[in-house]
């Protein structure tokens, strides 16, 4: 009964399943993101840290898989929810997402028959959390929707195993300490690793093992195969600290698959306009390194802002580069510094003061890296001065999430209380939830569909297929734990 619901049958409407799934999250607190101020406010905290007990009570050799603290992985377990939930009338959108998550799933070590865990124990916190008011049409909206998790994930995972190696093991081949806290790090992967200049990739480190932070390939793909890494040490951030601390010329550490869609379209004839923030720099370096072998024609503006120009770490590369290449015009500025002789200011504000000069700054596509309250204030003031929502990619990760809503272009900002990822900014980017750029939010998909999709396209196996077998979820979590 329940896998017809979620084909399409008339026992349950494919079109109540966004509803129901949205109701049942905010039961158990889900609808305030992570903290607020209902009698919900820590449910959100209890139910992932009742789902991991759960898992590995379950199956304790899934515990080897996570990290010691499981702090951030909490968080980024609740990030991804909120992300499917909030895009539950959307399910067209999340696939690739969806299918990202299940390739970089790989250097875990997840199997098929984890998600079958996974799926047990989520449910069943969730219905442990949301107590009487849970209906069996909850059961059935979830159990469509984790058809679709899993059995994306699940297939991209296999397809990408046929392709590339789970991880690759690097060699930091050089590192450079630029400032006290911000390094430049090279790295030699093991055998060929394919991306686009923009991307970002995880690593781990052999001080921290299992604990994987993102970071952004700062360089356009080269022929050696080798890796730049613009990383700054966060305090009490284990992988950043690491890697600029501790590590040294030798040092082996792990890196898992590139994603991210924060890539420069070689169709657009626009000019660019760049704002970097910090190491946020790292992608639009990789971005403008990669022009610089294909474009004569596009003029690129990058505004590149740090609190103090002693922070400005690859401004001479920058120059450099602009030296040779005329198209592209580097605008530095420093923010907390009242008696810098340069340009001073935020880089909101740099930006929008340039833009006097520059009336067609609406006709740029325009890049954004940086923190989250940089990406965030930078696209307020960027809509303030009419540029299409559509033309602003950014480079998302982990608390952005909370910025996007589908509906428009790249997608519509929304109130500075969406989430955040506490305890992660600063270190790269949140695990597991990846980029919320893109090319914006087809309307046309809905659960049903992408069931049928999915059916028409083979999907077999994983949960879909075994619980197709029971006629009642209650009655498949029986079969399955008995
Ligand atoms: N390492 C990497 O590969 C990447 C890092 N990032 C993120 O970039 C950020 C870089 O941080 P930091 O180097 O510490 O830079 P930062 O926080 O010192 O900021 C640099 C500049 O950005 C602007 N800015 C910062 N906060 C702002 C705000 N609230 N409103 C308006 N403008 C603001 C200011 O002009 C400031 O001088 C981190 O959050 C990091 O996670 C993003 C992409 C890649």
New binding site residues.
């Given amino acids: 009964m329940v896998r017809q619901a979620a084909m399409g049958s008339t026992d349950l409407d494919p079109a109540r399943v966004p509803a129901l799934i949205r109701e049942s999250f905010a039961l158990v607190g889900g609808e305030s993101g992570s903290s607020g101020n209902s009698d919900n406010s820590d449910k959100p905290d209890k139910i992932v840290s009742y789902f991991y007990a759960l898992v590995f009570t379950e199956c304790p050799a899934l515990r080897d898989m996570f990290p010691p603290m499981m702090d951030a992985q909490r968080d980024r377990l609740f990030q991804a929810l909120v992300r499917i939930v909030g895009q539950a009338e959307h399910p067209d959108s999340l696939v690739a997402y969806l299918r990202e998550l299940g390739r970089d799933h790989r250097k875990y070590g997840a199997q098929p028959e984890h998600y079958d865990v996974v799926w047990r124990c989520l449910i069943s916190a969730l219905k442990h959390y949301a107590g009487a008011a849970w209906t069996p049409d909850m059961d059935a909206a979830w159990l469509a929707a984790y058809q679709l998790i899993a059995g994306t994930m699940m297939e991209a995972a296999e397809q990408d195993a046929q392709l590339a190696p789970a991880w690759w093991t690097a060699r930091v081949v050089r590192h450079e300490l630029r400032t006290p806290?911000?390094a430049v790090l090279t790295l030699q992967p093991d055998s060929p690793y394919e991306f686009r200049a923009g991307q970002?990739l995880s690593l781990e480190t052999q001080r921290w093992p299992r604990v994987w932070r993102?970071?952004?390939?700062?360089n356009a793909p080269r022929s050696d195969n080798t890796l730049t890494?613009?990383?700054?040490a966060?305090p009490a951030g284990w992988v950043?600290t690491a890697l600029v601390n501790h590590t040294r010329v030798g040092d082996v550490v792990r890196l898992g698959p590139p994603s991210g869609t924060m890539l420069c379209t070689t169709t657009s004839m626009r000019d660019l306009l760049c704002i970097?923030?910090?190491?946020?720099?790292?992608?639009i370096k990789a971005m403008v390194e990669d022009m610089a072998k294909w474009n004569t024609t596009r003029q690129v503006r990058l505004f590149y802002?740090?609190?103090?120009d002693d922070?400005l770490y690859d401004l001479a590369a920058l120059e450099h580069l602009a030296y040779r290449r005329r198209w592209l015009s580097v605008v530095s500025?420093?923010?907390?510094d009242p008696h810098f002789p340069g340009e001073r200011?935020?880089?909101?504000?740099?930006v929008a003061r340039h833009g006097e000069f520059f009336e067609h700054w609406a006709g740029h596509d325009v890049y954004v890296?940086?923190?989250?309250?940089?990406?965030?204030?930078?696209i307020a003031?960027l809509q303030e001065l009419n540029i299409p929502l559509a033309s602003i990619r950014f480079?998302a990760?982990g608390g952005m999430d909370g910025l996007w809503q589908p509906g428009a272009g790249q997608g519509v900002p929304m109130p500075p209380s969406a989430p955040a990822g506490p305890g992660t900014?600063?270190?790269?980017?949140t695990e597991g939830v990846g980029h919320a750029n893109g090319a914006g939010v087809s309307t046309a998909g809905s659960w049903a569909a992408q069931g049928a999709w999915r059916r028409d396209n083979g999907w077999r196996a994983g949960v879909a297929g075994q619980v197709g077998a029971a006629r009642t979820l209650d009655e498949w979590l029986v079969s399955q734990t008995s």
């Fill in positions: 806290d911000i970002y993102h970071f952004s390939i700062a890494l613009h990383v700054r966060i950043s970097a923030g910090g190491t946020g720099l790292a992608p802002g740090a609190r103090h922070e500025a420093v923010s907390h200011g935020m880089l909101p504000d740099v890296s940086g923190s989250v309250a940089m990406v965030r204030a930078t003031r480079d990760y900014a600063g270190e790269g980017r």
